[in-house]
């Protein structure tokens, strides 16, 4: 499976009949980013033709952590598609998905065209509507998450899912508004607490992250739209889903999402 196109179709089928398949880095382990978002880029349009659209962006890879772990110090990109977008308080099916991670996260909804490159934090800040609470399910189509870089941005950055709660909070909301880094969640499963963060996990600041990725898509030419979502990472360790579990981030400033799994 050499060329990109193959590649693209071995991911398309696996995400078609939930069935994982071997890392492409496991027989081509020269493979690195650009190889990855090449196969990205055709796997979108035979989603796209299929009826499916993009809603916005998720940008992985924001925790140092996690960077460090793959050897890379920038984080990733993919697309959040309609068919995977979910309400607070939706019932979420498991076989939805081949190996699914819940993550709790900040989510920015656009108000404002923006294009790089050159995008400033001030910039991106000026162009967010507002934010609302979030959670990613992360699911991965290559085999017992042995994914190394050009896997996990070949498959989608590893997106699975997203739900959001519905109140779009201004950032400007306040006397002087309020900092996203200084945000506080909680997260529990099934009212157990299982992890907590802060806004800063992501990137050091997810506006930050906005920017990234603004400047990012600039140089090949694509714009974040208004109305875009933009998923800016998660705040702690992902965690494996199980049927009946009920997951519950309540952020500060935000207020909760829940996901329940079917």
């Known amino acids: 499976m050499t060329d990109t196109t193959a590649k693209a179709h071995a991911l398309y089928e696996a995400r078609r009949t939930r ?32 009826g499916d659209r993009a809603v916005g962006h998720k940008v992985g890879l924001t925790a140092a952590p996690m960077q460090k772990a793959l ?25 939805a998905f081949v190996a699914p991670k819940v993550e709790a996260e900040i989510v920015f909804v656009l108000g404002d065209r923006l294009e790089g490159p050159g995008v400033t934090v001030t910039q991106a800040r000026a162009a967010i509507a507002g934010a609302v609470a979030g959670m990613e399910i992360i699911d991965s189509r290559i085999a017992d ?9 070949a498959d989608l950055a590893s997106n699975g899912a997203m739900a959001t709660s519905s109140r779009i909070v201004p950032l400007d909301d306040g006397p002087n508004g309020w900092d996203p880094r200084l945000v506080g969640m909680v997260l529990t499963r099934n009212g157990e607490l299982v992890d907590t963060g802060a806004g800063a996990a992501a990137l050091g600041d997810p506006v930050a992250v906005v920017a990234w990725l603004a400047n990012t898509l600039g ?15 998660a705040l702690h360790a992902a965690l494996p889903m199980n049927p009946g579990d009920v997951f519950r981030a309540e952020f500060d400033r935000l207020g909760p999402v829940t996901v329940r799994i079917a």
């Open 145 to 153: 998450w042995r994914i190394k870089l050009a896997d996990t941005v």
């Open 19 to 50: 069935t994982a398949i071997p890392p492409f880095t496991d027989a081509e382990p020269g493979l690195g980013m650009d190889d990855g978002y090449a196969v990205q880029q055709e796997l979108v349009q035979l989603l796209l033709a299929d």
């Open 219 to 233: 140089e090949h030419g694509v714009a974040l739209e208004p109305g875009h979502l933009i998923l800016t990472g």
């Open 71 to 95: 050897g890379i110090d920038t984080p990733d990109y993919g697309p959040v598609l309609a068919s995977t977008a979910y309400r607070d308080g939706d019932a979420v099916p498991l076989d």
